[in-house]
């Protein structure tokens, strides 16, 4: 059977038309060795397919090869070495093509699918390499104009399609998603508990992605951010090497990978179990904003306005907190925030933790969708020696960041397994755990 979004893509594709896609390659890491194998995105989302060096060809006008697939042969002595491949048998038997090939036919083969077709699906830009492979056909195929066949004269990025398919998950997409989420959580959680001033950093990091592993998750969707400190204030921190010292503030941003599905949650805390005046402050400043912005989650809203709420509330807390002076128009207008707020305050979120999918339709944000998933990560950031700040804020950064789906009548926040109420975390932070 053929997967239900290639099929699904199928039918939004043009009849006279052809889609290339390309999987992804091992990467070389150093010497002979390669980073962890890591399947295309779009690619996997629509052949299930997670293997290296595959090629998908969608020919919805194709009297038979309607859906191709060129994969590595099963070769013995290779499986040997790196385990049991697809093959071109299996490509047909158990992924629903309705034929197969040897990867290294693709030059031969491809233009046969190129020819006499009005549309090129193809996302330029992703892989160089295949982009030369996708241009020569494309030559190829044009210089048989006197035999009657003509290339694609049309070029589009299936993006606009599968891209808004991605946006929209559904019960099975979000039930993954769900367990990524539920998984980081018990990962953050781990981390509150075992925190300790004198613990490095990578230490926490270790716990943190120890129990993403162990409850199931592949891995990490993105290097996890473990900061202590003065780090707390670099937005994508990740050396993750400093020693975790009595006083710090600890950011954790760290989400698990489950079926391709990454969650994405921060929490902030503070090293020794105990916010101090100021710490509480800031947070709590933190907090208002990422409650306020996931209470006006409905269908309608737009994404923009999410952010704008987020920016009002971080504007009024840092004024109430005399960080900012004057009024909170002034200060808006000015933008004076972003000294300390200096980033969004969400994204798409889904099988990549920057999920595809427009932000802007024409001149407009985006309205937000029953099915849409994003992430609410409002964030202040005080670095030492920030002008006009009392030393007492130095080295405070704080993101509190969670994963929210659209529902018909407003939000599921599916990251609730660990807590962001101060108290909450100083209540947790005494239920020490060691290993
Ligand atoms: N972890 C990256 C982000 O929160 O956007
Ligand atoms: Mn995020
Ligand atoms: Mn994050």
Not at 53 to 81: M, N, Q, T
Not at 153 to 179: A, F, Q, W
Not at 314 to 319: H, M, Q
Not at 386 to 415: A, H, L, M, P
């Amino acid at each position: 059977m053929k997967p239900t979004r290639l099929v699904e893509f199928m039918q939004k594709m043009d009849p006279n038309s052809v889609a290339v896609f390309a999987g992804a390659h091992d990467i070389r890491r150093n010497a002979d060795t390669d980073f962890e194998f890591r399947q295309e995105t779009d690619f996997y989302y629509l052949t299930r397919l997670n293997e290296p060096d595959c090629v998908a060809v969608l020919s919805p006008g194709h009297p038979e090869h309607k859906y191709v697939l060129f994969v590595r042969p099963r070769i013995r002595e290779e499986e040997i070495w790196t385990g049991i491949r697809t093959g071109v048998e299996g490509a047909v038997r158990d992924h629903g093509a309705d034929a197969a090939f040897d990867i290294s036919n693709l030059a031969d083969l491809l233009p046969g699918y190129m020819q006499n077709v009005d549309k090129l699906y193809y996302r330029l830009g992703n892989d160089a390499r295949f982009d030369q492979t996708v241009i020569a056909t494309i030559k190829h195929v044009r210089e048989k104009i006197r035999g009657g066949v003509y290339g694609p004269t049309t070029i589009i990025d299936p993006g606009t399609i599968v891209h808004e398919m991605r946006m929209r998950k559904n019960e099975d997409d979000l039930n993954c998603l769900r367990r990524a989420a539920q998984i980081s959580a018990e990962g953050h959680v781990a981390a509150m508990r075992h925190c300790q001033p004198g613990m490095y950093e990578y230490e926490l990091e270790a716990i943190v992605e120890y129990v993403f592993r162990k409850q199931g998750a592949t891995g990490v969707g993105y290097p996890s951010i473990v900061g202590s400190g003065f780090n707390t204030t670099i937005l994508h921190y990740n050396t993750n090497n400093d020693l975790i010292k009595d006083g710090d503030m600890v950011l954790i941003d760290a989400g698990a990978e489950y079926k391709v599905f990454s969650g994405d949650i921060t929490r902030t805390f503070p090293a020794n179990g105990k916010f101090s005046r100021a710490q509480r402050a800031i947070y709590e400043a933190v907090l208002a904003a990422n409650k306020e912005v996931i209470r006006m989650v409905k269908p309608g809203v737009s994404f923009m306005a999410l952010h704008e709420k987020a920016v009002e509330v971080v504007t009024d807390e840092l004024l109430k907190l005399g960080l900012l002076s004057g009024s909170r128009a002034e200060n808006i207008e000015k933008a004076t925030y972003a000294r300390f707020f200096m980033h969004r305050t969400g994204h798409w979120l889904g099988m990549d933790v920057h999920d595809v999918g427009r932000y802007k339709l024409h001149d407009d944000w985006r309205k937000i969708e029953p099915g849409m998933v994003f992430t609410v990560e409002p964030g202040i950031y005080i670095a030492e020696g920030t002008e006009g700040v009392s030393e007492d804020y130095f080295n405070i950064g704080v993101r509190i960041e969670d994963d929210v789906v659209v529902t018909e009548s407003g939000s599921e926040v599916i990251t609730t397994g660990v807590p962001k109420e101060a108290a909450e975390i100083e209540e947790l932070m005494k239920q020490t755990l060691t290993i």
